[in-house]
């Protein structure tokens, strides 16, 4: 997959949160090989069957046979706990908390740009704690952060929740998630957060001496986000007119479009735009200006309406001699998404378009919050299940099904158990499949 200055430039907005937030939780960058020894992927078990399908493997360097495969990164647990196993020594070397900006390689068969590709760029946190607790306290936060960009920076209502055993990540005790709705309805997952407990530990004999003297295994999770949730972002803002992008997130957040007929017109246009876009720059707004005259203005607007930009602004001569201008806004179109007369003045027209941008960023979550709940179905039987499913809608229900009967519902449906969503609706509740009680609610449906 390429990725155009446009679409890293969406990856860059999403980088950019997520490292200061990572910071923030006291968290430290670093980076780890690419090429693994395949012995360390086979030393976990759950975790090479989980991935051994997907693994690309190096056998030739230098033109000479390599006396061991490697592995192209999948994931970095095996050669993360490799070192871990070096520098952890004692209980005063805990916690461990490190991130990593990375690309991997998964041999996917069926490929979808942003969502499922041969290799994508990501980050994946890895830490390592003295206790159980610790550690699953770290999982949870983790999640929490994710949940944070997707809802208040991505405006995707993610919905976040635990995972099945079948679903749950190849070598983690219990998985983590935040589960988005697509404009096609199918399920996303945006973002994952694993407890690893003592798994990887124990391979790799992580190891150190607690405060008793006693050598004990360390607990470890680890949780990532990739450029999986630039296609969410796509998927779920975007129109038959292109992209709808989300003002925390896009690349250019507003637009100007001076509209000059006559060439006597030209520099009073050019200079009232000049002004507009200091003045929006200085207060942090991402902006461009659009003076190409080889293109008309319904073309100009026509083509950041497909890029997906927030918010235009169109300067023509009558609007110099009145002072005031026209926003549109992406999310509404025609004129009802328009504005007219907006103050010229400095001050003025920053805030109203700081206002503007805030009322999209709003309107585009309460949008997919509305088209998410809409399509999610409670149901009470499998026969019902199977209905909502084939209708593309989510289905929700009570759980207590077996792994064999949660596996038979994808091989008859084609969806899969997305999530226990900590959210759970009051109960008591039954099992739609076996008429048990049911201590939790899941949701099935369909995904990429």
Request: proline fraction near 5%; include cysteine.
């Amino acid at each position: 997959m390429v990725i155009r200055p446009y679409g890293y430039a969406i990856w860059e907005s999403i980088q950019s949160y997520l490292d200061r937030r990572f910071k923030e939780t006291g968290h430290q960058n670093a980076y780890f090989p690419q090429l693994i020894p395949y012995s360390f992927i086979t030393k976990e078990a759950e975790h090479v069957e989980g991935f051994a399908p997907e693994l690309a493997l190096v056998t030739k360097g230098g033109g000479k046979d390599l006396e061991e495969p490697l592995v192209v990164r999948p994931t970095s647990e095996t050669i993360i706990n490799h070192m871990f196993a070096q520098w952890v020594q004692s209980y005063r070397d805990l916690p461990l908390l490190l991130n990593q900006w990375a690309n991997v390689h998964r041999w996917e068969m069926r490929t979808r740009p942003f969502v499922r590709t041969l290799e994508f760029l990501w980050q994946e946190g890895h830490t390592a704690h003295a206790t159980p607790e610790e550690a699953e306290a770290e999982a949870m936060k983790m999640l929490q952060v994710y949940k944070e960009f997707a809802v208040t920076q991505a405006a995707i209502p993610v919905i976040p929740g635990r995972k099945s055993r079948i679903e749950s990540f190849a070598g983690a005790n219990i998985t983590y998630t935040i589960e988005a709705m697509m404009g096609d309805r199918k399920a996303l997952q945006a973002g994952t957060s694993h407890n690893l407990g003592t798994n990887f530990a124990k391979a790799f004999n992580t190891q150190f001496v607690d405060e008793q003297q006693q050598l004990q295994y360390v607990h470890q999770t680890s949780w990532g986000m990739s450029t999986r949730m630039v296609g969410g972002i796509i998927m779920t803002h975007g129109d038959d007119q292109g992209l709808r992008l989300p003002p925390n997130v896009a690349p250019t957040q507003v637009v100007i479009v001076p509209i000059v007929k006559k060439d006597t017109d030209r520099a009073s246009v050019n200079e009232a735009v000049d002004k507009l876009h200091v003045a929006l720059k200085e207060a942090g707004i991402r902006v461009k200006i659009d003076g190409n005259d080889l293109k008309t203005p319904g073309w100009r607007y026509n083509y950041w309406e497909l890029k997906g930009v927030p918010v235009r602004v169109e300067v023509g001569p009558r609007d110099v001699e009145q002072g005031a201008c026209v926003l549109a806004r992406r999310d509404v179109p025609g004129k009802e998404g328009k504005q007219m007369g907006v103050s010229m003045e400095p001050s003025a027209f920053v805030a109203t378009v700081k206002d503007l941008l805030q009322d999209v960023q709003e309107s585009l979550l309460a949008a997919a919050t509305a088209f998410r709940d809409e399509n999610i179905v409670d149901v009470t039987s499998y026969d019902e299940l199977k209905a909502a499913v084939a209708e593309g809608k989510w289905a929700r229900g009570g759980w207590a099904g077996s792994d064999d009967q949660e596996k038979q519902i994808k091989e008859e449906t084609q969806a899969t158990l997305r999530c226990f969503p900590f959210e759970q609706p009051a109960g008591p509740h039954t099992c739609f499949m076996t008429g048990q009680p049911a201590a939790e609610v899941a949701i099935f449906a369909k995904s990429y």
